[in-house]
């Protein structure tokens, strides 16, 4: 079974642009993850999409935002970027039952922001 | 949430055993504990959980307390390898929303 794919697995981007990662879930899970990692922050969530529906949220501005298709892809969404944005985007996918849930990652995406 | 301790870095001589210790002392009873490690800024890696009894799979074994407010992750016969960052996680209820600390860089020595 594939695993967890992201894409695009590099980017360089401007600030104030905006940016849009995909994250592709293991085959028949349905909830998908989000994180940000960061030399100075660690890995922090983000957010997790289950059946379209945003169900947890961490502490991000909102210009971090993100969505989920009815075939479980997500994509999230970074506007107005700034130079703190530079780091690896890691998403994690898992069945969606919460009951004994690993969820497994994704390889990331490095975004620089310049 | 219950939040873990981990010692910043350990050594371990290839072919030794590796145990990690991790600290959750506030943990709840229906709290489960995940280790997960990185390399190299690879996305983490699942490698066993565990409620209460001791686990084992291919990868490693999982050695919880009795009061749970501490377990151990033995790698049994590290290589090169398992040089990597390994986080212990407690699994906040039946929430997806894992908490990383900063986990304990494992160095796995020739």
């Known amino acids: 079974k594939a695993g967890v794919t992201q894409t695009p697995r590099y980017l360089i981007k401007t600030r104030g642009q905006q940016v849009t990662l995909s994250c592709s879930p293991i085959?028949?899970?349905?909830?998908v993850s989000w994180y940000q990692q960061t030399p100075g922050q660690g890995l922090q969530f983000l957010f997790e999409?289950?059946?379209?529906?945003?169900?947890n949220k961490g502490n991000f501005p909102g210009r971090f935002s993100g969505r989920q298709f009815s075939n479980s892809r997500s994509e999230m969404n970074v506007s107005t970027l700034e130079l703190g944005d530079s780091a690896l985007y890691l998403c994690?996918?898992?069945?969606?039952?919460?009951?004994?849930?690993?969820?497994?990652f994704g390889p990331g995406t490095r975004l620089l922001v310049l | 949430d219950a939040k873990t301790t981990q010692p910043p870095s350990m050594d371990c001589a290839e072919g030794r055993a590796a145990n990690l210790p991790c600290n959750h002392s506030?943990?709840?009873?229906?709290?489960?504990v995940y280790w997960y490690r990185q390399i190299h800024s690879q996305g983490p890696q699942y490698i066993i959980h565990?409620?209460?009894n001791n686990e084992t799979n291919e990868m490693a074994s999982l050695i919880i307390t009795e009061d749970r407010k501490s377990s151990t992750l033995i790698l049994p016969h590290a290589t090169l390898r398992d040089t990597a960052v390994y986080y212990c996680i407690v699994r906040p209820g039946f929430s997806n929303q894992f908490y990383f600390g900063t986990g304990t860089s494992l160095t796995v020595i020739p």
């Open positions: 994690a996918s898992s069945l969606g039952h919460r009951d004994q849930e690993t969820q497994y």
């Open positions: 506030t943990i709840s009873g229906n709290e489960y």
């Open positions: 999409y289950f059946s379209e529906t945003q169900r």
């Open positions: 565990g409620l209460k």
């Open positions: 085959s028949g899970h349905r909830s």
